[in-house]
């Protein structure tokens, strides 16, 4: 007897300052988010990804690859920062307290 897997759906976001994509795939039920990212395709649309590094998370929640995904969850891909946030507040004060002046 062949037993049918329950498919639940799910969404894969990723985007660049000038590109984003937002993918919604049915994936069977106890998929893990990496399986999922490969299952979407989104590497189709971003080749710079790679599946197996990807910082991920499920609605701004930070998980790990192996995570299972639930009914509804939004994968959501994370570029790796271009600037210190720490450097770019100083340098923001700095710049605040010389308006001031």
């Not at 759906?9 to 988010?33: A, C, F, N, R, W």
């Not at 790679?50 to 929640?61: M, T």
């Amino acid at each position: 007897m062949n037993t049918i897997s329950e498919m639940i759906d799910i969404e894969v976001v990723y985007g660049l300052p000038h590109k984003q994509v937002l993918l919604t795939v049915s994936v069977p039920k106890g998929t893990s988010i990496e399986q999922c990212l490969h299952l979407s395709g989104i590497t189709q649309h971003f080749p710079e990804i790679i599946i197996n590094k990807a910082k991920v998370g499920i609605f701004s929640r930070i998980e790990n690859l192996d995570y299972l995904v639930k009914t509804g969850d939004r994968i959501e891909i994370y570029r790796p920062l271009t600037a210190d946030p720490k450097a770019m507040r100083k340098l923001r004060a700095a710049k605040m307290a010389k308006k001031e002046k």
